[in-house]
Every structure is written in C-alpha cells, then in structure tokens.
C-alpha cells in the first residue's frame, strides 16, 4: 500500500499497517517528513522497483488533496485511491473533474480521528481504534474499490460508515467544526488577559480550549471547506448567543437555566465518554515530595514491582510541599500497584 | 468546625478535613442531603451541646450564601465565617448590609474546584489539592479571620490567591463562566441533531461540551451573579464570531486562519496545571523503545544528569516499535539535557 502525506494521518496509518505485518511506501513532499516516518516505523521509503499497489491513500492537506488523488489514480491504473480529508463534497467534485472515468477507483474517506498537534511524530498506531471512518462512496464508485477501502479502515479498528459527501458535511459541520470555532473564539478572549485571571483557570477552561491549538493553516482549509453548513450552525448559536446575553441584561434566571437545560440536553446526545483517559485504563494517584530524584524513585518502585505504566502526569504547583502523580495502568495492575506502593512507604490517597 | 451546606464543596471539605483528624459538624437545609455527607465520612451531626466554632464554611447554594453567611456571624459571635460562592462582588455587598460591623469576621472565599456532577455523592477528599482557592478580604476584614481560612484552605492542599472581590469577578467571567456559556451554547445545538450526525463525534466535541453537563439551577445563580462582567466578555466572543462568519460567507482563508491563531494564542496562556504557566517550561520529546524498563532508565538517566522534571507525558501505542516521552523542564536546562541525553545514547529528535 502507498501512503501519500507522511503527517499525523498518513503515519498513524502506516505505523498500524506495519505493526500488523503490512507493507506500506512512504511518500511526502518533504523528505524530512518521510524520513521521520520511516524511522518510527510507519513504513519505507519507495525503492526504485516499486510493485504497482492495489490502494494508495492520500493523507494530504484538503488544498492538494484532490489534484493527489486524481495524480494517483492516472499513476496506477489497478489502484484503488481513498483519502482523509474533513470535507468531502469538494473533494469528490474535484476529483470527478480531474480524474473523469477514473474517479470511479477514488472512495472518498474520513477518519474521524485526529489530535491537536499534528506531524508524523504525534502519529499513534491505535489513533483510528473505535472511530468512526467515513466514506463517501457514490453510485458510479467501483465496489471493489470500496471495499478495499473498507477492508483498511476494518482492519485499523474504526468503525465504518457510509454517507453521502452532503451528508458527511453537514454532520462534521456540527460535531466538529462548530467545536473548533467556540474553542477558538472562547481561547481568543484570553489574549491580553490579566495574569491573576489566567492564573485561575481550571479544568473546565482547558477542556473548552483544548482543540483551540489546532493548526491555523490547515484549520483554515477545512472550514473554508465547508462553509455552508458550517455558517448555518453558527447563525443559529449567534441567536442562542444574543438570547443568553438578553437574559443577563434583564437578569432572567429562567432564561439563564434554559441555556444551561438545553446543553444539558445536547450533551446527553453525545455518545461516549468525557474526559480523556481511555476506559481501558485506570488512574492512580500517588504523592510525592516535590524535589529531584522523587520521581526517578517513583518510577524505580513501580519497575521493581512489575507493572506497565501506560501513561504518567505530574501536577504540581509552585509553594506545595508535595505533586501528585498519577500512574496510568491496566485496571487489572491497579490493586496490586496500590498495595505494593503504600508497602515501600508511598502514599496513594483512596 | 462547622459547614453549612453539605453538597460537593461543602463534603469535599468535610472529608478531607475529618480524614486529616479535624472535627467537622454538618448542616445543610435538607436532613438527607446532611446525614448522606455524614454517612460518607465527611463529619458529623450537631449534637445538642455544642461548643462554639471557631470558623464556619458556608457552602451553599449563591442565592442563599450572604443570609446564611449574616445569620452564622450573629449566631457566633467569636467565630470566622467564611464561603464557597463562584461570585464574590455581590455576596460581600449582602454580607455587609446585613450583618454590620459583624461583616469583618467574613472573609469571602472561592475555591476553584468543581465538577459536572453535584451533591455529597461527588465529594472528594482531595477536590481542592492544587487548585487555586480565592480570598476576598475587604481592609476592614480581620486579620485572624483571614488567617484562619487561610490556614483552612492551605490544610485542603490548595493554592490561596487573594483578590479584591471585583477583580475576582472579572477573572472567573473569562476563564470560567464564558467557557461555560459556550459549552452550554454549543451543546444546545446538538438537540435534534440527526443520529449519523452525533454518530460521528470525536473526543474534540466531548471535551468543549463536558461542562455542559452542569447544574442549570445552580449556574442560572452564578451567572446571574456576574452578569456585568459576564455579558462583557460575551458581546467581544459575538464581535469575533460576526468575523468569523464574514470570512466563511467571502470564503477569507485569511480570515479563518486568523480565528484559529488567535486561538492559538489564547491557549498558549491557559497554564497547564495549576499556578504554573506552560510558558515558563520546556518541552523535550525523547524517544525510548516500548518495553518495561525503558521509562525507569529514561528517569534514572535524567536524575544522573541533575535535571528535576517538571511534567512527563507518555505518548505509546500498541505496535509502536518506539514511544515518545515528552519531558517537560525548565528552559534553562533544555540545551544541556538534550546534549546530556544524546551522549548517553538516547534519541532526542530536533
């Protein structure tokens, strides 16, 4: 297989399909990109002989990504060609002008899968397990070719859906670029803002914001992308908008409650979890005294006792005698973990 | 020590402060909701013959605090009495018009801690460990009021900040109350929303929307207690959505990419764990092969080395050949770890 855009989604893809014993060739328009990819084993770079691929995926930004997968489609006959970029209906026109007959080899895709930082070096193995995949196929689109691209988007764990490319849109304009304006615009406000206010910040603020680190050129693509139906959402939260600021102005608490009901009802409708340690995973926090060498005895400690750490954070704040650091494991590491820690003398409140 | 309302807040103190040996006695307006937080090892009961306290928390609901703050100054007159309401301006105003010159015993207080989910049920012991907690002394407050809820907070493991109460209001309109009212806003636009549609949302969507699971009788009050400063911040978030809107409906990429670099910005300043900004740390990605073992030795190496680490994450996935670990450290020591590291034989990528 060929992946065609060695980032965040085209390494991620890679580094599954070679974990799992695929053959993937990387391409990039940057060498370096590639390289790096190549290097944390998301692939191989192309050799001179190459076999011709039965599936290329183009893992570009939205600007290029149609010209890509018309380019594909004209170098390799036999291939079927997907891609992943966020807005669809742009796409698929495209390459229905660029490609004429041969768009019917090119499924459209979309893994809905994606992290605020982006490059081959944030690419994960298991970013697309339990995601949705998106894909657009159209009457005229080769079976074949769907299926082969559903076979991948299978096999690295998402879940599959068909829509139409109208359809994708209007619904990633509502679940995902609607978020990333109010994260942006709500990130926005804190520019400028006076350090004691910052300094209050909680969680609640970082999880509003958290996206609003995306990548402005590629953000800007893709909302441009679709700016139909993503102008229809904001119209309507506009009016919501100037309905809440009229209920502070006359101090209407039923006004006031009403806003935060009607999220309490849309956030009932979003399925899954919140919050954003994996089910599969368990927390537990442990103190530890806040000078050096507290965590190397830590990690020595959980080492010695034969457990995996999955992930590991510190918090901790300047003045606090103590950190807390909570240990990611596997929930069945979690009992024996707690009972061994507090028996070398470490305290992990309950 | 005596709580007046024994919901989340009110709880959470009461059990952090009977598991560290303190003595806490309960009250709040509903029996059941009291005998609950006692059930739960928060405190206990008032019995018939009780000494007076020396301070009194009042953690209940906005709408009720500065009353029952006047009445528990009347009711112990050598007692401090303190509170928890999100908004501090108006509370004060109240505490001083009803209780008289017995308002310098008050000391208003705002512990930056919370959750989605209410009530005694969702306390927890270390609800305030880390976070910022808010004093509100007026010139007139008694210095061993101030002191002793100084001294309470402390004991909870929060970082005490002292604020006039307008410039707290000012803060928490930004960072907390506005992110509020946009996750509420965004969530609300959910209702109805079509089944595929809400079938495709990612963890993007459920972080902006987690805090629109909140109490709308609880937040119609805390909004409607800052509204001045509220409606501010929301009438500049409506300016900068009408921006965004112009530049989907001219189809400006300059425009958009604006909206989400100024995001960018703003996320830059929200700190990344409590009384630190992300600013004045460092982050240094090193590659280590996934398997026990490696992270002990990372640490141990970054502890030869002489470099206290600040935060750690661990970015791994299974089938990944290598994991990254990003080791977060003061600036001064990045250009020496990075050198100390790779002598060692570790990959630092650049």
């Known amino acids: 297989m ?64 149609s010209d890509l997968v018309a380019a594909a489609l004209r170098r390799h006959p036999g291939a079927a060609v997907t891609d992943v970029a966020s807005t669809k209906a742009q796409v698929v026109t495209g390459v229905a002008e660029a490609a004429g007959p041969d768009a019917d080899r090119y499924v459209g895709g979309h893994p809905m899968a994606g992290r605020e930082r982006h490059g081959p070096m944030a690419a994960r193995g298991d970013l697309f397990v339990g995601r949705p995949w998106v894909l657009t196929p159209l009457p005229t689109t080769s079976p074949a070719s769907t299926a082969l691209v559903r076979e991948l988007a299978t096999r690295l764990g998402a ?46 603020l970082r999880d509003v914001t958290r996206i609003a680190a995306s990548d402005p050129v590629l953000w800007a693509q893709i909302l441009a992308g679709n700016a139909g139906p993503l102008a229809h959402h904001l119209r309507l939260l506009r009016d919501d908008l100037d309905a809440a600021l009229a209920a502070l102005e006359t101090g209407s608490l039923g006004g006031l409650a009403r806003l935060v009901a009607d999220g309490n009802a849309g956030h009932a409708v979003v399925p899954g979890k919140h919050g954003s340690v994996p089910a599969a995973y368990v927390t537990v926090p442990v103190l530890i005294p806040d000078r050096p060498g507290s965590l190397a005895a830590l990690i020595g400690a959980i080492g010695e006792i034969g457990v995996n750490v999955e ?11 103590v950190g807390v650091v909570e240990v990611t494991v596997v929930p069945a590491a979690r009992d024996g973990l707690v009972e061994a ?6 305290s992990v409140p309950d």
Chains 1, 2 share one sequence.
């Open 311 to 321: 992930d590991l954070r510190i918090e901790h704040s300047p003045g606090r005698q």
């Open 159 to 204: 879940a599959v859906v068909e829509l139409d490319p109208t359809a994708h849109d209007e619904a990633v304009a509502l679940v995902s670029h609607l978020p990333q304006v109010a994260a942006s615009l709500v990130a926005a406000r804190l520019v400028g803002a006076p350090g004691p206010a910052v300094g209050l910040a909680g969680q609640g």
């Open 2 to 65: 060929h992946v065609v855009g060695a980032g965040l989604v085209g390494a991620s893809i890679g580094l599954a399909l070679t974990s799992a014993g695929g053959e993937v060739v990387l391409h990039d328009a940057s060498p370096t990109v590639a390289t790096l990819a190549a290097d944390l084993g998301a692939g191989r770079l192309p050799g001179p002989d190459e076999p011709e691929p039965v599936l290329v995926v183009v893992a570009a930004p939205p600007d290029v990504t």
């Open 341 to 346: 820690l507090r028996g070398r003398g470490w």
